[in-house]
């Protein structure tokens, strides 16, 4: 499996690992466009690559100063349960931190906790959600 800092993929990658991480439909690249995205409101992203498929991704969005963000943290089912999803964040971590940035949050679902908590060495914090 092979860990990359700002890898390569194509949007049309992206959408299918996408629709299959958070069981949505497959977007089609001029509704959502992971490429334009990325480059225009990312500090980076990781992928992982099995040989040449797209098996892991995550965004790392930012605010331009000592904050980034954990998004979209997407791994294959196929690939689940191998600890690419640890290295894909490790390697965020790393990437955000090179960037100079202090702090890396993330937000996720209870039942992800022991991931996140345990597995990455996020420790909890109290935060907010609205809906827009």
């Given at each position: 499996?092979e ?10 990658e992206?959408n ?6 958070f ?29 040449g ?31 690419i ?6 390697a965020?971590?790393?990437g955000?931190?090179a ?12 039942e ?21």
């Amino acid at each position: 499996m092979e860990i990359r800092w700002r890898g390569p993929f194509t949007s049309n990658e992206a959408n299918q690992l996408h629709a299959e991480a958070f069981g949505t439909r497959v977007y089609s690249d001029a509704e959502w466009n992971w490429t334009d995205q990325v480059a225009r409101h990312s500090l980076g992203w990781v992928t992982a690559r099995d040989g040449g498929t797209l098996a892991g991704f995550v965004n790392v969005v930012w605010d331009g100063e000592a904050h980034a963000w954990l998004q979209d943290v997407m791994v294959a089912a196929a690939s689940r349960h191998q600890g690419i999803g640890v290295r894909l964040v490790g390697a965020a971590r790393d990437g955000a931190r090179a960037a100079g940035c202090e702090w890396l949050h993330v937000d996720f679902a209870d039942e992800l906790a022991p991931f996140y908590l345990d597995a990455c060495g996020f420790r909890p914090t109290r935060a907010g959600l609205m809906a827009l």
